[in-house]
């Protein structure tokens, strides 16, 4: 499949072939059909946001789910979902008092630019690649956790849909959460 590969900073990333495995537990395998570019790239390739290379970019997409594990229960292959960069336990104090955003369970974790249980899917001749926000989904294909996906409906347009996962999560969820 091909993505976009972050090898140094204030470099160019590249479109690249490389490899992606089926998805494990708790994990789905999305399709990304349109998608937009964050600002937290660009943070990225010109150093703002120091993170180890080499890993495949995000940006905010609206995929549609091809393969799900065996334990995942809230969608299915054909589903349409919006991807999210901050996953939620959905069990801490944080999420069962209304913010999932400052979940320390599984929110953190992405920050270690792997999967939840600390492996990466993503591999180019051999050499693993991380997950930039456990999304990565500046590509073809992305495995992302059950938890940093919600089901949308078959008829919200692919590029409003593109739009939520990053956008509007930090833009408007820093209007009502900050401002």
């Known amino acids: 499949m091909k993505a976009a590969v972050y090898y140094e900073q204030n470099a160019p990333q590249r479109i690249e072939e490389i490899q992606i495995d089926r998805p494990k537990q708790g994990a789905v395998l999305v399709e990304i059909e ?3 570019v964050c600002h937290s790239d660009l943070l990225v390739i010109n150093g703002n946001l120091p993170l180890h290379p080499p890993q495949r970019s995000w940006a905010m997409r609206a995929p549609g789910v091809e393969e799900i594990s065996n334990d995942v229960t809230s969608v299915q292959p054909g589903d349409h979902v919006i991807l999210s960069w901050r996953p939620s336990c959905r069990r801490c104090g944080y999420y069962v008092t209304g913010r999932p955003q400052l979940c320390q369970t599984e929110g953190m974790e992405f920050m270690t630019r792997f999967l939840l249980d600390g492996t990466s899917c993503l591999h180019k001749n051999g050499t693993e690649l991380r ?3 456990g999304v990565s989904s500046f590509a073809e294909y992305a495995v992302v956790p059950e938890s940093g996906i919600v089901k949308i409906r078959s ?9 939520v996962g990053g956008g509007v999560m930090t833009g408007v969820g820093t209007a009502i959460n900050t401002a």
């Open 34 to 36: 349109s998608g937009g």
């Open 131 to 133: 997950h930039f926000t």
């Open 155 to 163: 008829d919200v347009p692919v590029e409003a849909a593109a739009l």
